[in-house]
């Protein structure tokens, strides 16, 4: 198709920005508009923290392209400080207002894209609106805040919320000698992590100085006659910082959206079908502001993230530029990743808490592996959850933490749920192996064999916040390792000696084995059941243990 | 099954390990015997390298287990410097050769797992037996190649053979400040690759002062009267060093194998069907010596890899212990990787001459996107080349290269190929994504676009080295790019000024374009077909120009 259409786009950012290249590539003719009601477009967002940190300097970089680059490159027109104000669907135009001049003008369309993304949330409280209280979403907001940082000699900075942005800003501003606290809800950082799971997270954050005050909410801000604010909670608390950052998540932008009678999801963003087409067949969503199907599970989510922006912005170009297209938004996995200090943790499909709260019957695995082999210098452990299907093995979603080849195990993880495969397919998958990048049996294999070898009932698995008696519980590590630390109630049987100490076992009641991480608990568990006892090993060890307890290692010994 | 069976394992590093603990973990009670000829069983022979080099200094690092390790945790017996001289299979014993009291002893078996490996190829040339010529296979090998650089002051090693543990041996020495000159028979080191993908390989190790001689063959060795040696070759040239290691392949070791025998594949490999099991129904076999599909093609072939050896010795062991398993050995991609200096080079699946010499129809894409965003610090470009079946779209191999970011994409593009996923897939797969680990569009999504592209003939590619007549060569680079290197005969038309200068390029002839890397050129290839011209798009631009013509950088300007 090469006729000339009218395409307005609302929005040039992510989603915004890729949809008009791709229409562009699609439709030599047609005539596409980009209404941006901020300074830039195609600007890099994710980049933001790091720029407020200096890890980047030159605030050039962040922006990807400009009007110019779209005009020669695509020749689409692309208007920034322009928002689009409202949706006249009858009659098939926008009103614009050009925030600079004050003016409005109609602008008409054949096809609408709603690329209008998401601000972030600012509550209704006491103080809000107080000097020193910011958000960030672009790279305005981020030079305000360099600014207020460097004008006002800011030494301590509070964050609301300790999601991605919070910590990538802690780390940032740390990383400016500036002092951090955080103030989170929850009783964990990062809520869409299983909170054991994010841990080594909390502690990571500690051991850099940020402290983070968990299971609080904010009540108030007070301005102080030094100039620095009070940030009063519902601890009854209040934390003095010369700045706050709110980073308490994102809201839909779509008041215009919903106002112009546009069906929203149930979740409250813009109800989209697989071509990314809303419930006008002339108006099509993308982005942060949509709500589309979990891959998994088949549910209605609102997953703010750049891949699928960007995915769901070329399903849209495809499907306008040629409504006979394939091409389909298969849904989104909500693979994330957070570099926080020298750790990183990722994740991919489905954690524990949303299959809970699905009610899907799930399996898991814990496992702490290397990231590489022990003997190559640089070595350092990762761990590792990975949640299937009880029956079929199918793999439902992963997480992993750790300060070293984190990303690529979730990556080949992601593309395995993609491929609708199995824990037995990890525990097969030839993945690249030398001292410096893996393990002949590679964390993933790992993974893989742990699950297959309990799905074959070679294994039967536990785990410690599975609520079971345990009235015979083995700790096969060593005299030593049991001595330094180990979990109530346990007795010491050394694997090495379990062969000829099995007398001391009851065979009238179930073996709870475990070891450090699961692999002498896995040896043990099949002496034990092939000797005929009903012997489970506790899936991740002491490691899991001290992660789904986390005051346990700092309990004095038992 | 815990019946007392006897099984003789004959081999003791990573396929005999592996077998051994994992038969015990099937079968409590089975009588369990490793035989290993060497001094050291379940030794880091990936490691040796590394050790030679002082990356590792420990020896004990490299030391996985012990005797007594097998012994307590597995209870099985392994009997080292024991070496299997025949096999006796009508009686089903085999005749062991104590190798340090120099006695011999029959032992029984009900099964027998040959895990024997491979052995370095030492050629019949003049003067191979001199002293200071080396082969590296095991712990004790690389402690007399120590000894030998430590005692007589090593300064210059010629290492023959390009392969992996030649690369990895000249870069440890380069380490210790020892010179490094390279002997190769072939235009390419690393023969699993295709040429182009090594080329930055070949740049890498000339920065960093080892020199290779390619297409070239060494026909003698002469030790000179200062203790040196003259390497002689093809070429009428010859090499003097200090000290020779010879890394040009490994054979498996099966003259004993063969001489019981056991059929062997068109290869020259131990025969086996998919649970390991060989011509004799009660010998399995596993690891360097064996002869198995290769997972893409279906061809025999033999692949001496840590993973796919552990594998199949897990396989051969669930098979002893139970023959109704359902565990197979799904055959090998040939997943593999190396580092060189600061570089990575990784391969998964069927390279393109694999794909050729099988008469495969194939596709390819090259591109050398940013491992992570170009805006965060520590950028670096990876070479990524995929090879996929031009009909379906379904994946044969990958190949790339670069600083950092490797492992990742070819452990993913590893897993896609597993599932028999596709192109499109690639397209579609959601990874980590912030600035520290990848791009909103992954160098895998990317790869699967400029695919999927073409498949859906948006944009059809053509290759540097297919054998095509270029009448119309567009680079629509900036002039600065162009004047400062393209290819012969191409006209500059930068993308920004194609729209306008349309009319300077004939409809009636294919038009042939490119840019730095593809990109540029794909969008120019889509004006060009909006607007009617046969066009299509170089893969790669002139970096895979570069690559393909490897002396085109040195060339002067056209």
Known sequence: MSKSIKIVIVGGVAGGATAAARLRRMNELANIKVF??????SYANCGLPYYIG??????????LASPELFRNRFNVTVKTKHEVKEIKRDSKFVVVKDLEKGTEIKEDYDYLVLATGAHPIKPDLHGINSEGIFTLRNVKDSDIIK?????HQVKKVAIVGGGFIGLELAESLVHRGIGVEIIERLDQ?????DAEMVEEIHKELSRNGVKVNFKTSVTAFEKQSDGSLDVKTDSNSKINADMVILAIGVRPDIDMIKAAGIELGSLGGIKTNERMQTSDPYIYAVGDSVETKDFVTGKNVIIPLANPANRQARVAADNIANPK??????????????????????????SEKALKRNNIQYEKVYLHPFNHVSYYPGAHKISLKVLFDPKSGKIFGAQACGVDGVDKRIDVISMAIQGGMTMGDLEEVELCYSPQYGS????????GMIASNMLRGDQPLTHWSADEKREQLIDVRSPEEHSAFHVPNSKNIPLPELRNRLSEIRKDLPVYVYCAVGQRGYYATRILRLNGYDARNISGGVTTYKSVNPVADLKNKF
Chains 1, 2 share one sequence.
């Open 440 to 447: 002949a049996k590679d964390p993933i294999n790992v993974a």
């Open 54 to 63: 200096n890890t980047i300097t030159n605030q050039k970089d962040l922006l």
């Open 325 to 350: 297209t394939s091409t389909k938004y298969r849904g989104v996995q909500g693979t994330a990743i957070c570099k926080v200090f020298d750790y990183t943790v990722a994740m991919t499909g489905n």
């Open 189 to 193: 950082v990062m809520a869409p992590f």
């Open 147 to 151: 600014t207020y940082v460097a004008e």
């Open 36 to 41: 941006e009601k901020g300074e830039h477009v």
